[in-house]
């Protein structure tokens, strides 16, 4: 059974930082490039970030680029995915979800949510003015 959990949320004000994380069980990430994906109430689930299979390659919604960094590492056979998220905004306020691409690359519509598989259940994240 495949199981991907986030965590790293909460309640941080204008200018702080978060650092979310993403494990899986069940599941070997090494094999699938990996997203994060955020949904604020009433809108839309939006594609944030996209890491390729190796973490050579990294893409960002213009929303995040220059605040958000997304990174993967391997430590005791194991690999976390991260979203370190800096300068945060109140409009950054949202679910964050990470998942699994149906690819080891993020090419093409990377921030498509339906080119993704194995869902986490997502973690908070409010930022306050």
């Known amino acids: 059974q495949v199981q991907v959990v986030e965590s790293g949320g909460g309640l941080v004000q204008a200018g702080g930082s978060l650092r979310l994380s993403c494990t899986a069980s069940?599941?070997?990430?090494?094999?699938?490039?990996m997203g994060w994906f955020r949904q604020a109430p009433g809108k839309e689930r939006e594609g944030v970030s996209c890491i390729n299979w190796s973490g050579s390659s990294t893409y960002y919604a213009d929303s995040v680029k220059g605040r958000f960094t997304t990174s993967r590492a391997n430590a005791n056979a194991k690999t976390t995915l991260y979203l370190q998220m800096n300068s945060l905004k109140p409009e950054d306020t949202a679910m964050y979800f990470c998942?699994?691409?149906?690819?080891?690359?993020?090419?093409?519509?990377?921030?498509?949510?339906?080119?993704?598989?194995?869902w986490g259940q997502g973690t908070q994240v409010t930022v306050s003015s």
């Open positions: 998942a699994a691409r149906r690819s080891i690359v993020c090419s093409g519509s990377w921030w498509s949510p339906g080119d993704f598989g194995y």
């Open positions: 069940g599941l070997t990430l090494d094999y699938y490039a």
